[in-house]
């Protein structure tokens, strides 16, 4: 790899060097600095400080309509799926971060190099994963469990969602346990309906759990904190801390402590070992700017770059010790990724809805979600497809009244806008992926870089059939509850979204009971270097089919308090 | 403020790693930094040990107006970004040349979308042969540098190639340089124009 020769070598030690500042690391500064720990947190990105966010932005008043520069996104930003106008600065320049695929084999890598990373602009929606899921292999005989159960995971998903602000219900599902939960946000009108159709089929439908106050805590308003006030306009940024993201919750918490320096746009390139005993002592950093080159030092170096930076990361950082990249002597690094698929979706109108007067709530950016239902027990076991997917759906149209369905202008234009903008419905599969060992990802064999010089991933993945099967299942039951909630089905999407649209990749430095196996153990410790911790999605063992961020927060927390413990024992 | 950004610039000469172009026509168009408009205008196309090459020329536009050149550049093909769109044949390429993706499966189960015959190319990577950049004018190192060449398909020679360059992309990956053959010798006779 090249980096600039003029090394500048800062001698202070920390006691942790934290690598991102998402939902991962931001959490493991938190935790740390508030256990009295020293921190640098290293970010690749720039800081967009919140109230430079576009919250309030209306399309109307930029020149490009909400629509940007003319090719803007086809020509620096073609896999940023989600960026737009306002939120094109949360994203990575793909012309600057390149990552190969085979031919044919799409991946859409969406990235946000920037302080707080994806957490200004995530989902929100946040569902603990069950035994169902941590115990899968035990249900189905597939792949491996998690090293982890629910019961050891509990008190941290109660902290999370406590410290985040989680509102939601409680509704008694075994397989979707209920949590620490604020008030939740009502249904639409449409969204009762469509309750009552998918009960109607047998199958539960719950108000979205999303990361959204309702009733902020004392600690949340501290922070600057404030409940939703529906603008529906999270993904430009939440300029009131409704919408929890690294600025306004966790990093604020850990600079609160005066343990913590964040330092952005510094790239991390790789891990630095020392050579007589291949643990970490530090990180070899190039600023993103100048491209000087510096290393920075610490006892514990905690890797949250997010899933595939991570790994990417780990297998750059090769040495005598190391010679597969680090953490990899059981060939499992790089390997086992997933993401979630969607694409199945249908949507259609209540056309009784149609004409309703406009109410605030209908600008809520939550909705109704249709939990698992096969495979839970041998009452719903499916003979063609292991595991199983859920629904996002939503009905109301929120910001931009869904404008675009229709044509016209002018006054009549509007009525019109304004007469159906609450009958819309639909529904959008969210499911899991089996974990196998041929989805990987891998340094380009060829030695394609990025614009710093640091070898970029090739990424190889595709769905198996029983993901195409799932997805027929999921088609079929997505129809039928529309129809029982009395919606005319106005089109139907029957391809699955190309492997990373739904930005849930997970695996490829995966947990584990058996170090020949797995990259991780039940820690987010590395096996083979253990004062380096891998805490985001790399993690993961499997997908399952929930929204993982609260996970990947519940499991940063648990890491972080055993890193303490284990350095109060002299191990770290 | 917790924050310790500190705003810095680059004040000396550095090496590139990498460079960004659209395909435009028959040539890649970009930039060396923000200041220097760079040109690869491809010329030719053939398989070398077993992977993509093409020659043409590599022009920079400096400040002053000037423009310098560089004749007879390689370009090899390192890896590929397949797309988010779908590439479509050109009219005038015979069917008969079978496809370097396997067919879709036919057995009414949903299929990934813009995956095999369905997909598009996004970028090719491709390492340039050493460039001098004192020669052309800037003040970058330009010994080993990569073209990150982004298929945007904004005419029709462009879409052309960006199918092109799939199929021959899936061939030579899988170790087929008879498939890839005939796609070649279209790029080829496409670059020559």
Avoid at chain 1, 33 to 40: A, D, H, I, S
Avoid at chain 1, 425 to 440: K, P, Y
Avoid at chain 2, 157 to 186: C, G, H, K, M
Wanted: contains cysteine; aromatic residues 8%.
């Amino acid at each position: 790899m090249q980096v600039k020769k003029s090394v500048r070598k800062v001698p202070k030690v920390y006691d942790a060097v934290i690598i991102g500042s998402g939902a991962s690391g931001g959490m493991a500064a938190k935790q740390l600095t508030e256990k009295g720990m020293t921190v640098l947190v290293l970010e690749a990105g720039p800081l967009i400080k919140p109230e430079n966010f576009a919250m309030n932005a209306n399309s109307y008043d930029s020149m490009y309509r909400g629509f940007g520069p003319v090719n803007w996104k086809q020509h620096e930003q073609w896999m940023q799926d989600t960026a737009g106008e306002f939120s094109r600065d949360f994203y990575i320049k793909d012309t600057e971060h390149p990552y190969t695929t085979e031919a044919g084999k799409p991946f859409q890598w969406v990235r946000a190099r920037v302080v707080g990373g994806k957490t200004l602009h995530w989902g929100r929606l946040s569902w603990r994963f069950s035994d169902l899921d941590f115990k899968a292999k035990s249900f189905d005989g597939w792949d491996e469990d998690w090293p982890i159960s629910y019961k050891e995971i509990e008190p941290y998903y109660d902290k999370v969602e406590e410290l985040v602000g989680v509102s939601g219900n409680r509704d008694g599902l075994w397989y979707q346990p209920d949590g620490k939960y604020q008030p939740p946000m009502n249904l639409t009108c449409g969204e009762q309906m469509l309750k009552k159709g998918a009960n109607k089929t047998g199958r539960a439908a719950i108000v979205s759990r999303v990361a959204m106050l309702t009733n902020a805590t004392a600690q949340q308003k501290k922070l600057g904190r404030a409940n939703c006030h529906f603008c529906g306009s999270c993904g430009n940024g939440c300029t009131v801390g409704a919408m929890f993201n690294s600025l306004n919750a966790t990093l604020a918490a850990a600079a609160l402590t005066g343990k913590m320096t964040l330092r952005p746009n510094s790239i991390v390139s790789h891990l630095i070992t020392n050579t007589n005993t291949g643990k970490a002592k530090g990180v070899a950093v190039i600023d993103r700017l100048t491209h000087q080159a510096s290393e920075f030092f610490g006892k514990v170096i905690i890797v949250a770059g997010s899933t595939l930076e991570s790994t990417r990361l780990l297998l750059n950082s090769k040495a005598r010790q190391h010679p597969n990249g680090l953490g990899n002597s059981s060939g499992a690094l790089g390997h086992y990724l997933v993401d979630h698929f969607g694409g199945i979706n249908v949507r259609g109108a209540f056309h009784m809805l149609a004409g309703r007067d406009p109410i605030n709530e209908d600008g809520k950016s939550s909705g109704l979600f249709v939990p698992r239902f096969r495979n839970l027990d041998n009452k719903t076991k499916m003979p063609n497809f292991l595991r199983g997917y859920g629904f996002e759906t939503s009905a109301g149209t929120g910001r931009g009244a869904g404008a675009g369905r229709f044509a016209g202008f002018g006054s009549e234009f509007k009525k019109t806008v304004r007469h159906w903008y609450t009958s819309p419905v639909s529904m959008t599969t969210r499911a899991h992926m089996l974990s196998r060992f041929e989805n990987f990802v891998e340094l380009d064999p060829n030695g394609t870089v990025d614009a710093w010089g640091v070898p970029v991933l090739k990424v190889h993945i595709q769905h198996s059939d029983n993901e195409r099967a799932m997805a027929k299942d999921a088609l079929a039951c997505a129809q039928e509850i529309m129809k029982e909630a009395g919606a005319e089905i106005l089109s139907v999407s029957d391809q699955m979204t190309v492997p990373g649209r739904i930005i849930h990749e997970l695996g490829t430095a995966r947990m584990g009971s058996d170090a020949k196996k797995s990259v991780l153990n039940a820690h987010n410790q590395l096996w083979d270097c253990p004062n380096v911790f891998v805490t985001d999605g790399a993690a993961f063992v499997g997908a399952a089919n929930q929204n993982p961020t609260i996970t990947i927060m519940a499991l940063t927390m648990r890491a972080c308090d055993y890193i303490q413990d284990e350095m109060k024992r002299g191990n770290l | 403020m917790f924050f310790t950004q500190k705003k810095t610039v680059a004040t000396k000469a550095r090496k590139l790693h990498s460079i960004h172009g659209l395909l435009n026509g028959r040539s890649f168009v970009g930039k060396l930094e923000p200041t220097h408009e760079f040109v690869y205008a491809m010329q030719s196309a053939a398989v070398v040990n077993g992977k993509l090459e093409l020659t043409g020329k590599v022009s920079v536009k400096i400040s002053s107006g000037k423009t310098a050149t560089a004749e007879n550049v390689k370009a090899t093909l390192r890896g590929v970004q397949s797309a988010m769109n779908t590439a479509q044949r050109p009219a005038s390429f015979k069917l008969t040349v079978p496809s370097a993706f396997a067919a879709d499966a036919q057995d009414g189960l949903p299929l990934t979308e813009l995956t095999n015959t369905r997909s598009g190319l996004g970028v090719i990577y491709l390492a340039l042969s050493a460039l001098d950049g004192k020669a052309l004018g800037v003040p970058f190192d330009l010994s080993s540098v990569q073209l990150n060449g982004r298929m945007t398909a904004i005419d029709q020679t462009a879409r052309d190639l960006q199918w092109l360059f799939n199929q021959t992309a899936a061939a030579l990956e899988a170790n087929q340089p008879s498939v890839a053959e005939p796609y070649v010798s279209e790029i080829d006779r496409t670059l020559r124009g």
